[in-house]
């Protein structure tokens, strides 16, 4: 059971808008940074989305995140099927002092 | 470009150890704080460890707690993960990856490296 809590699958057609969810409490999200994760199958985890609402240097601004009290939102614009992957968001949880992640979402698109 | 490697997984019986390394290059190791994160067969991610910049601060997920050790070399641009007492549950693809103070974001990730702990 994560701490954090994410849909386990969303799916959208290509060229859609899609938005994933991440459910937490006070002692995580409602207190700290969010970060987003995509994991293309079989490779390792890639940073999307960093400080709640920024991209790192070569995301593409299809990809865009926000916080609102204890829940954060990843939103992918215009999808392609290369956005097929695992995303997962993670952040800081002051009480149990370790790092949190939500279990993962995967994405379809049909 | 930055550049972590990750070694030392394998085949290992339950109550055995094992050591992974983790070779950093294409940036100031030493200014980085450092995770270990691993991810079951089939499974989602799950934080291990973190380790300041200078070794000083040290957490560790409560299922790894008093068998696992991260540690550190800044000379030898370093990262290692001491793993004792193993079990069937810590099989997984451990990564090493560069982590923010707050522990809030790792923005850079190795290729991982499996562990799998069977008889």
């Known amino acids: 059971q994560s701490v954090l809590t994410q849909p386990p699958s969303v799916s959208a057609a290509p060229g859609q808008k899609v938005t994933i969810s991440c459910s937490g409490s006070?002692?995580?999200?409602?207190?700290?940074?969010v970060s987003w994760y995509q994991q293309l199958p079989g490779t390792a985890p890639k940073l999307l989305i960093y400080d709640n609402n920024e991209r790192p240097s070569g995301i593409p601004d299809r990809f865009s995140g926000s916080r609102s009290g204890t829940s954060a939102t990843l939103g992918i614009a215009g999808l392609q099927t290369g956005d097929e992957a695992d995303y997962y968001c993670g952040t800081w949880d002051n009480i149990l002092s370790v790092e949190v992640f939500g279990g993962g979402t995967k994405l379809t698109v049909l | 470009q930055v550049q972590l490697v990750e070694s030392g997984g394998g085949l290992v019986k339950p109550g055995g150890s094992l050591r992974l390394s983790c070779a950093a290059s294409g940036f100031t190791f030493s200014d980085y704080y450092m995770s270990w994160i691993r991810q079951a067969p089939g499974k989602g991610l799950e934080w291990v460890s973190y380790?300041?910049?200078?070794?000083?601060?040290?957490y560790y997920a409560d299922s790894v707690k008093g068998r696992f050790t991260i540690s550190r070399d800044n000379a030898k641009n370093s990262l290692y993960l001491q793993m004792n007492s193993l079990r069937a549950e810590d099989t997984a693809v451990y990564y090493c990856?560069?982590?923010?103070?707050?522990?809030?974001?790792?923005?850079?990730w190795g290729q991982g490296t499996l562990v799998t702990v069977s008889s």
């Open positions: 006070s002692s995580n999200i409602g207190n700290n940074y």
């Open positions: 380790i300041s910049v200078t070794g000083s601060t040290i």
């Open positions: 990856a560069t982590s923010a103070e707050t522990g809030t974001r790792n923005d850079y």
